[in-house]
């Protein structure tokens, strides 16, 4: 499907809010539909595992932008570690009993999105590169929240040349990849963004540095 999904009347569904560090729009909708991609095709399995069976290893529910296809993935992954088949149908009773209730399932959108997700995706050939494009796009925000973290520190601490060091140090704290090495495109982020501190340093060393200078 290609539908978005609808609120049903009384459910509290947690929207996702951006984050300072994601302002791009269409990133927004390309994370979205990743999202939803992958849980479909987990969904759209109907019981086998197999295709969560291939995702589990790749993804983990604090990658998930959206907060209710995180809580969505954890149900998933406890039916996974207990054995238990993954369904419609084994997943809502999962979301209903976990501590909070049905308060749960009812903040993720209840029923009916679940069933909206699994008529997202009709075939699950590409979980993998959905998984994949979930994870790396998680890593690309933990990478600009390090690179924030770092100038910030380096800012407020009125020490612009400390800015470098500060930013090694918070790169150091990101994964070196899904599974492997890290995406071209994440590395050519993380170095265009620490040479534009290194002109920064060269370019301006009174009043310290400012932030919106990265488009952080």
């Not at 407020?156 to 495109?185: F, M, Q, W, Y």
Request: aromatic share 6%; with cysteine; charged share 25%.
């Amino acid at each position: 499907g290609t539908g978005e999904s609808s609120q049903r009347a009384g459910d509290t569904v947690s929207e996702p809010r951006m984050p300072t560090n994601m302002v791009d729009p269409a990133e927004a909708i390309a994370v979205a539909h990743a999202e939803k991609n992958v849980l479909g095709c987990v969904l759209f399995d109907e019981g086998t595992r197999c295709v969560f069976a291939k995702v589990y290893p790749i993804l983990k529910a604090d990658d998930f932008f959206d907060p209710r296809h995180g809580t969505i993935y954890s149900a998933f992954v406890a039916l996974h570690d207990r054995g238990e088949p993954i369904d419609l149908t084994t997943t809502i009773t999962e979301l209903a009993s976990m501590r909070e209730g049905r308060g749960v399932l009812n903040a993720i959108g209840g029923m009916q999105y679940l069933g909206e997700l699994f008529e997202w995706t009709t075939s699950t050939v590409n979980a993998e590169v959905y998984a994949r494009s979930v994870a790396e796009f998680a890593m690309i925000r933990a990478t600009r929240q390090h690179l924030s973290d770092a100038l910030a520190t380096a800012h407020l601490a009125g020490k612009p040349r400390e800015i470098r060091a500060s930013v090694d140090e918070h790169l150091a704290k990101i994964p070196n990849g899904v599974v492997g090495a890290k995406p071209d495109h994440i590395e050519a982020y993380v170095e265009g963004a620490v040479k534009e501190v290194e002109e920064g340093l060269d370019a301006k060393m009174n009043g310290g540095v400012p932030l919106a200078r990265w488009g952080l």
